[in-house]
């Protein structure tokens, strides 16, 4: 029976980022358009934590019973370490993913926005298939595509929306950044899997383009964020104030353009991650001051 901390490591919670950040963004341009809703805001934030646990717990799950995850380097997995039964964390990712699903009605009913319920199934849908089903499509090399989709342009533009009725610019640049940088975070994931996941047949998007190109392609997703503070600084020149959140990538950028590997790899994770919430604070609190 795993343990409670097992299974909070199971959660994985140095993604939880990748759930706060875009929210925290929408937040900013929705207050920047003058539609600032602080429920709303909660209610989106809560759909989001509860589909990236609900994610990170169905990944387990599938990965687990296909055997990718019985030799691994990185942090706990509760069905491949043995720590749970299958059954215990299919079940934790149903609840979770159920759990997204009412907080998603309950916002769409609030706002009358019935037109959602069409992008909360497309949620749902990518989270089980991401690694789960017959063909999953993190084993093709779209993962990265998917989170940069649902993490970071549904996720921002989202929680825009359910405040404002629209989108602007400003939120089109935060979604592009968040979703960016999420995806950075996978590609890291992924570039220090290599070897585990081309052995067991896992073909991410590291694996296809290999170790020098995947450092390259963290290298440029990480860049976006700069090209987009410029561009929101322009127009409100407070935004410049998020670039203090792009120092944070130089040392992960160090790291992956330095050709480190396994272990040496699982900071870069936490530390994209932190520097996407900054990046999502700054750049959304100075929108929201515009």
């Avoid at 706002?111 to 017959?134: E, N």
């Avoid at 405040?163 to 995806?183: N, P």
């Avoid at 561009?231 to 992956?256: D, K, Q, Y």
Wanted: net charge positive; hydrophobic share 60%; glycine share 12%.
């Amino acid at each position: 029976m795993a343990t409670v901390a097992q299974w909070i490591e199971g959660a994985r919670p140095r993604t939880l980022p990748n759930a706060v950040a875009p929210v925290l963004a929408g937040a900013g341009a929705a207050a920047q358009l003058g539609a600032f809703s602080w429920w709303r805001t909660l209610l989106a934030l809560l759909v989001a934590l509860a589909l990236i646990i609900g994610v990170n717990y169905a990944n387990d799950y599938s990965d687990g019973v296909r055997g990718t995850d019985a030799d691994r380097v990185g942090p706990l997995r509760l069905v491949g370490s043995g720590a749970a039964l299958p059954i215990q964390v299919l079940t934790a990712a149903v609840a979770c993913l159920g759990a997204a699903a009412v907080f998603g009605l309950a916002l769409v009913i609030a706002t009358g926005h019935w037109r959602l319920l069409l992008l909360g199934g497309m949620c749902l849908a990518a989270a089980w298939f991401y690694t789960g089903g017959r063909s999953p499509y993190g084993y093709k090399g779209f993962g990265e595509v998917t989170v940069f989709v649902f993490f970071g342009l549904a996720a921002v533009l989202g929680t825009v929306y359910v405040q404002a009725s629209t989108v602007s610019w400003e939120a089109l640049g935060c979604a592009v950044a968040v979703g960016a940088l999420s995806s950075a975070v996978l590609v890291a994931n992924n570039l220090r899997d290599i070897p585990t996941d081309t052995e067991s047949g896992k073909r991410t998007l590291a694996v296809l383009l290999g170790d020098t190109r995947s450092r390259w392609l963290y290298v440029a997703l990480a860049a976006v964020s700069v090209v987009v503070t410029v561009a929101l600084g322009l127009a409100h020149p407070l935004a410049f104030i998020a670039l203090a959140a792009v120092l944070l990538l130089v040392n992960p950028v160090r790291v992956v353009a330095g050709g480190r590997t396994g272990l040496d790899l699982v900071p870069v994770l936490r530390d994209t991650g932190l520097a996407m919430l900054a990046w999502a604070v700054l750049a959304g609190g100075a929108l929201a001051f515009a």
